[in-house]
Every structure is written in C-alpha cells, then in structure tokens.
C-alpha cells in the first residue's frame, strides 16, 4: 500500500516536473509570464494603499491584514495552477469525452488527470505571495505558517474545482456553472472578510469555502491559535476526500469520446 502511494507520487512529482520543463523551452516567454503576474498582483496592492490612505479601517482590516491576505491567497492560487492546472479545467474534459488516454496510463486517474497541465504565469503568483509576506513584518513562524496555509489553501481550491468539475458525470452544461463558481472564490477571497454579512458570510465559509483559504489563516497569521490552524488542515482534507469520492463516484458513469489520442 505504502510502495503504491510512493510511486503514484513520484509519477506526480515527475509529471509536474515535465510540465514546467516544457513551459520553459521559451525562457523568455516563461519569465515575461511570471514577471508579469506579479505586477499585476502588486498594482491590486496600489490600490489597497490608496484606499488606506483614505480611510484606516476597511471591514475590520487594516494594511497589514490585508498584506497578509494577499500573500495567502496568492500563495495558495499559485501552488493550485502550478501542481494542479488541469483540474481547473476537469469538466472540460469529461464533457467532450476526454478521460480516455488517462484512463489507460498505469497511474491513478485523478492524480494523472490534475497533474497534467500547469500554468506558467501561477508560479509568479506564488512568488508574489512569498514576497509579500517577506516584506511585510518578517519571521521565520510567519513563513512556515504561509507555507503551510498556501498547501492547506491549494488542497482546498484544488478539491473544490474537481468538485465543480464532477457534476459534469451527471448534469450537461455544467462546465460554465463550475468555472464561475471557483472564479468567485478567487475574487471574493482576495477583500475583507468583515464587508460580508448575514447570508454572505454563511455561504462564504460553509458553501463555497473562501473563509477556510484565506479568512481562517489571516486570524491565525495575525494572532496564532493552533485550533484555527488545526481546523484549516482538517477541512483541506476533508474536502479532498469528498472530491475524490465525488469525482469515482462520478467516473462510473463516464461515457468515452473514443478519440484517438496518446500522452507522453
């Protein structure tokens, strides 16, 4: 059981591997991307400035909050689309009957599937964050914990998409419902946790999990409790599991597209 884990990973790790190695044979490009990124993400941060310098409070957060905020969802949005692009786009895939050449490779499904794209420009992202929280009141406890919620934040992006994705087994048309839904997962997780109220922070916590990538982690950030942080880990892998179980579940149903196409 361990030796099987331990291979699926290394397919993984070499898959992903193999994914950035052919992003780069235009370093150019490949760096343009990732310089790029991180621009975009600092001009966000202009803005933040200018709001600050007008008012000091915004929904209970100040600059530093919102530093730290930046810098977790950037961390975790980078590591999801580095490691795990493909599964951005799962329903895609299982719609036009695409599954197949996965289907045959000697390697879990899932973990072949997910692992087989990845996103030039998320490796600026996760950059960006890493500098951020660099840059903003620095400490070695600081840089562990947004190592630890950019992993705990990309399993829960992660999980979430293949679990938009999977709908596509059992309801057409799905693809656009599921897009949008993680798209507003990634905006809303990048304001102040406290300009939501009422209904949209129950739907923001418990439905689609924004509060548990970066609301959750920014309290913990900011004044460390070990259950907050203990509760973050619990719910990624949770969550994993649901999508995992959700996306076999699913995959019973898979219907072929019998397209003639080999991965290397």
């Given at each position: 059981?361990?030796?099987?884990?331990?291979?699926?990973?290394?397919?993984?790790?070499w898959?992903?591997?193999?994914?950035?190695?052919?992003?780069?044979?235009?370093?150019?490009?490949?760096?343009?991307?990732?310089?790029?990124?991180?621009?975009?993400?600092?001009?966000?941060?202009?803005?933040?400035?200018?709001?600050?310098?007008?008012?000091?409070?915004?929904?209970?957060?100040?600059?530093?909050?919102?530093?730290?905020?930046?810098?977790?969802?950037?961390?975790?949005?980078?590591?999801?689309?580095?490691?795990?692009?493909?599964?951005?786009?799962?329903?895609?895939?299982?719609?036009?009957?695409?599954?197949?050449?996965?289907?045959?490779?000697?390697?879990?499904?899932?973990?072949?599937?997910?692992?087989?794209?990845?996103?030039?420009?998320?490796?600026?992202?996760?950059?960006?964050?890493?500098?951020?929280?660099?840059?903003?009141?620095?400490?070695?406890?600081?840089?562990?914990l947004?190592?630890?919620?950019s992993?705990?934040?990309?399993?829960?992006?992660?999980?979430?998409?293949?679990?938009?994705?999977?709908?596509?087994?059992?309801?057409?048309?799905?693809?656009?419902?599921?897009?949008?839904?993680?798209?507003?997962?990634?905006?809303f997780s990048?304001?102040p946790?406290?300009?939501?109220?009422?209904?949209?922070?129950?739907?923001?916590?418990?439905?689609?999990?924004v509060?548990?990538?970066?609301?959750?982690?920014?309290?913990?950030?900011?004044?460390?409790?070990?259950?907050?942080?203990?509760?973050?880990?619990?719910?990624?892998?949770?969550?994993?599991?649901?999508?995992?179980?959700?996306?076999?579940?699913?995959?019973?149903?898979?219907?072929?597209?019998?397209?003639?196409?080999?991965?290397?």
């Open positions: 059981m361990l030796m099987a884990v331990k291979n699926q990973l290394r397919v993984c790790i898959s992903v591997r193999c994914n950035i190695m052919r992003e780069m044979l235009n370093k150019v490009t490949f760096l343009t991307n990732i310089c790029f990124m991180m621009l975009n993400n600092a001009a966000f941060l202009i803005h933040w400035a200018i709001l600050f310098h007008l008012k000091e409070n915004i929904g209970g957060y100040t600059m530093r909050e919102v530093l730290l905020l930046w810098g977790i969802v950037a961390g975790s949005y980078g590591l999801s689309h580095t490691l795990f692009d493909r599964a951005f786009s799962l329903s895609g895939l299982i719609v036009n009957g695409k599954l197949d050449s996965y289907l045959v490779q000697p390697k879990n499904v899932l973990a072949g599937v997910i692992t087989s794209g990845t996103s030039t420009s998320a490796i600026g992202d996760f950059l960006y964050g890493l500098v951020v929280i660099c840059v903003s009141d620095f400490h070695f406890g600081r840089l562990f947004f190592l630890f919620f992993v705990t934040g990309a399993i829960i992006l992660t999980s979430f998409a293949v679990l938009m994705g999977s709908l596509s087994f059992w309801f057409v048309r799905t693809e656009q419902l599921g897009n949008n839904t993680v798209g507003i997962m990634t905006s990048t304001y946790e406290g300009i939501f109220r009422g209904a949209a922070r129950f739907l923001l916590y418990l439905v689609i999990p509060g548990m990538v970066s609301y959750l982690p920014v309290q913990v950030m900011a004044e460390f409790t070990l259950w907050k942080a203990a509760a973050v880990a619990c719910y990624a892998a949770g969550l994993a599991g649901v999508a995992i179980a959700v996306f076999y579940r699913g995959l019973r149903r898979y219907s072929s597209g019998n397209l003639m196409e080999a991965r290397l």
